[in-house]
């Protein structure tokens, strides 16, 4: 288990940025990037140096940063649960029907976490989808382009793998990945000649991968498409998964802190006439007022909550975020607020297609007799196969795999999380680049830091209903690099609706240590810092990014003053 020192972090906003500079004898290098986070009780450090706060932040640096419990952890005498939730986090679930890792499937996104956070990060940039590959870290995004909508007989978050008799959702060895070369507006080239290179990825899931029928909602009813219709609606998109550290910390962050912040922004976009500038899903521009909150009336009361993760902001608070709502869903581990299978969204295609299939009849008493051997549930055991499969694919009084002590343990792990303290911060390249963020716009949406609140905990599927459920980070100024607010950037084969939420930047420079994936941008479509920044530059007949002149701006720095931007970027 994990053997931690403890201290504080800064926060920053997130957009971008990672990589390395090209050799060049004629310019002056930044002072190479190291690890050594230092003694803050023998030098004076500057106040960023604490990512999370003198609650949140470690000075661990080596291949487990990212996986050290934060102070609060251990002020409140919860190391042994913090213990406990990372193992149950680092293991793979199995078809057993006990021990603490039964109840994987009947279908699956993958088998455990560290397949898509590795060394507790990002994922990995992959050329082919595989569900049981270590470090990808990639849903898969289908939706209808007519309406933007995910398409109704998948999962959100498309299934690929299954236990037998049942067969994956998706035919995974079907899906095809293309990496493209981009070239920009500057012809990948900077003002000084030096030139860079882009690449992003192309999708291809053929009509033939689909279990079940392929159905979209259109003006109110479920269409099934042709494979023509198929072809000519429906688009793939990848988006990877994030870090998980410093998630408790954000969760800290008040409700109205991120309202003012999205209403300061909406304020500077109505003055300078750019009226669509936040999402209009999320935000109303006119009366600079929510359109959309975060709420669970299935398990919850319906309280409304600011959103505030994901890229598509679909999460509010963290105990119902997307950590609690994936240990449930990639797996399919059932719990005692989720009795029920994780099938395609409209609940119902899946259920009746592998009711009708032959192979499913034939192998699933045998299933069933191990899943359910006392036949607790009678209805799965009527003899009407296509009857039984329907029921118990689609029932909602599963038997509990998870227990409420190890999903609790799980979220003060989750919680607990600590963020690596920032690098280099007494060197000059830090200080110069630190400058040159904010000089050249960086900062305007990758705002450096916060001020955590009271911190009372707010679970909307009220599963955790005290303070001392969980650790906590009452009055911490933070450093993510985040203004929380989703902004557009229109790439190529951009993210679907094209709103994304600005994403963390703090302790990304270690990933190439811990095992994470070292590439940027939803996609990991950035091998490094820089591509990530002039991703930032796009401009198109889709529009003008958000980062446009941030990147402009960039472009017109010295390699030096480029480098040493990067090298800060790293460093936080």
């Given at each position: 288990m994990n053997k931690l020192q403890l201290f504080g972090i800064a926060l920053i906003p997130a957009f971008i940025f990672v990589g390395c500079a090209d050799e060049d004898a004629a310019v002056s290098e930044p002072t190479p990037l190291t690890w050594d986070i230092g003694d803050p009780t023998e030098t004076d450090y500057p106040e960023d140096y604490y990512a999370g706060g003198l609650l949140g932040t470690t000075s661990e640096n080596s291949s487990t940063a990212f996986k050290q419990p934060s102070k609060a952890v251990v002020n409140a005498d919860m190391m042994s649960a913090f213990n406990e939730g990372e193992y149950l986090f680092e293991k793979d679930y199995n078809t057993n029907t006990e021990g603490a890792f039964h109840g994987l499937g009947p279908v699956y996104v993958r088998r455990g976490c560290l397949y898509c956070h590795p060394g507790y990060g990002h994922g990995a940039r992959q050329v082919d989808y595989k569900a049981d590959t270590r470090r990808n870290g990639y849903l898969l995004v289908?939706?209808?382009?007519?309406?933007?909508?995910?398409?109704?007989?998948?999962?959100?978050m498309p299934q690929t793998g299954a236990v037998k008799p049942f067969k994956a959702p998706i035919d995974e060895?079907?899906?095809?990945?293309?990496?493209?070369?981009?070239t920009d507006e500057w012809n990948n080239q900077y003002p000084d000649g030096e030139s860079y290179s882009l690449i992003y990825p192309e999708v291809t899931i053929p009509y033939s991968a689909y279990y079940a029928p392929v159905v979209v909602a259109r003006g109110g009813?479920?269409?099934?498409?042709?494979?023509?219709?198929?072809?000519n609606n429906i688009d793939v998109r990848l988006e990877s998964t994030i870090g998980i550290y410093g998630t408790g910390l954000t969760d800290a962050i008040p409700d109205e802190d991120i309202t003012a912040q999205w209403k300061s922004e909406s304020d500077y976009f109505n003055r300078i006439g750019k009226t669509?500038?936040?999402?209009?899903?999320m935000w109303d521009q006119t009366t600079g007022t929510w359109k959309s909150y975060y709420s669970?009336?299935?398990?919850?009361?319906?309280?409304?909550?600011?959103r505030r993760y994901t890229y598509a902001m679909s999460r509010g608070p963290i105990l119902d975020a997307a950590g609690a709502n994936a240990i449930w869903n990639i797996t399919n581990v059932t719990r005692s607020d989720r009795r029920y299978h994780y099938l395609d969204l409209a609940g119902t295609y899946y259920a009746t297609k592998s009711s009708q299939d032959p192979e499913v009849q034939a192998g699933f008493t045998d299933y069933i007799n191990r899943i359910d051997p006392s036949k607790a549930h009678p209805e799965w055991h009527t003899g009407n196969l296509e009857q039984d499969i329907y029921t118990y694919l689609t029932s909602k009084q599963l038997d509990p795999e998870m227990t409420d002590a190890q999903y609790k343990n799980l979220m003060i792990w989750h919680r607990g999380l600590a963020v690596p303290a920032a690098r280099n911060t007494t060197t000059e390249d830090f200080k110069k680049g630190k400058e040159l963020f904010t000089q050249i716009g960086c900062a305007a949406c990758h705002r450096p830091s916060w001020q955590t609140g009271d911190d009372h905990?707010?679970?909307p599927a009220k599963f955790f209903t005290s303070d001392s459920d969980m650790p906590r980070y009452p009055h911490q100024k933070i450093w993510p690099y985040t203004d929380f607010v989703q902004h557009r950037l229109f790439m190529k084969n951009d993210i679907r609706t094209g709103w994304c939420r600005t994403t963390p930047l703090w302790g990304r420079g270690l990933a190439g240590k811990t095992g994470s994936g070292t590439e940027r941008l939803h996609d990991c479509r950035a091998r490094n810092v820089e591509e990530a920044i002039m991703w930032h530059g796009c401009k198109n007949e889709g529009g003008t990014s958000d980062a446009y002149n941030a990147v402009v701006k960039f472009r017109d720095l010295t390699k030096e003053e480029r480098n040493q931007l990067i090298y800060f970027v790293e460093s936080i």
């Open positions: 289908i939706y209808d382009k007519t309406t933007n909508a995910y398409i109704r007989s998948v999962a959100g060895s079907q899906i095809k990945i293309a990496w493209n070369n981009y009813n479920d269409v099934t498409l042709s494979e023509t219709e198929y072809d669509d500038a936040l999402n209009p899903a669970n009336s299935l398990q919850g009361d319906g309280t409304k909550y600011v905990i707010q679970d």
